[in-house]
T-cell receptor
């Protein structure tokens, strides 16, 4: 079973930063934090992943706390197309999805 | 580089028939994962395969379901004697290695059992 806790839903105004939290208090030393999103019924889309350092790519930033027990995905300028279910996954070898956070970007 | 290809995209089967779902991983990827998503629910892990080997099948139902990833050709998820409860979206993902790399998902096969 997934070992993460996420709020079930969040709203964000278009153009503002969306900050999606995730708790993973039982993460072990060799497990990475991954974020995926699923738009409507499409296949999940990879966003970003990290071990302990903060990471940034063209889609998002990932902030991992020093104790690695939680992380935040940041979408710097949310658009309507970012409306999706966002999954935080802690993985050593396989990906176990929880229920995710349903993010709605509001015009 | 084509993405993960799943076919068919939609499959309708009558109860008791067999369903065969195919997944061609991205070029260079030797690790394949299958997931099932019931309506209004999250993705549930089913099985993880690496060329010709099943690495983890802890999410596979004990009966009627099987998966393979032969040396040549796509990975196949096979469901025998389908029942209405098998109706779901089945997603396949592939990765270049099993550890600490991102997985890329296909668009899924929507199975409807009538």
């Amino acid at each position: 079973d997934a070992k993460t806790t996420q709020p079930p839903s969040m709203d964000c105004a278009e153009g503002r930063a969306a900050n999606l939290p995730c708790n993973h208090s039982t993460i072990s030393g060799n497990e990475y934090v991954y974020w995926y999103r699923q738009i409507h019924s499409q296949g999940p889309q990879y966003i970003i992943h990290g071990l302990k350092n903060n990471e940034t790519n063209e889609m998002a930033s990932l902030i991992i706390t020093e104790d690695r027990k939680s992380s935040t995905l940041i979408l710097p300028h949310a658009t309507l197309r970012d409306t999706a279910v966002y999954y935080c996954i802690v993985s050593g070898n396989q990906f176990y999805f929880g229920t995710g956070t349903s993010l709605t970007v509001i015009p | 580089n084509a993405g993960v290809m799943q076919n068919p995209r939609h499959l309708v089967r009558r109860r008791g028939q067999e369903a065969r779902l195919r997944c061609s991983p991205m070029k260079g990827h030797s690790h394949v994962y299958w997931y099932r998503q019931l309506p209004e629910e999250g993705l549930k892990f089913m099985v993880y395969l690496q060329k010709e080997n099943i690495i983890d099948e802890s999410g596979m139902p004990k009966e009627r379901f099987s998966a393979e990833f032969p040396k040549e050709g796509p990975s196949i998820l096979r469901i025998q004697q389908v029942v209405r409860g098998d109706s779901a979206a089945y997603f396949c993902a592939s990765s270049p290695s099993g550890m600490h790399t991102e997985a890329f998902f296909g668009q899924g096969t929507r199975l409807t059992v009538v």
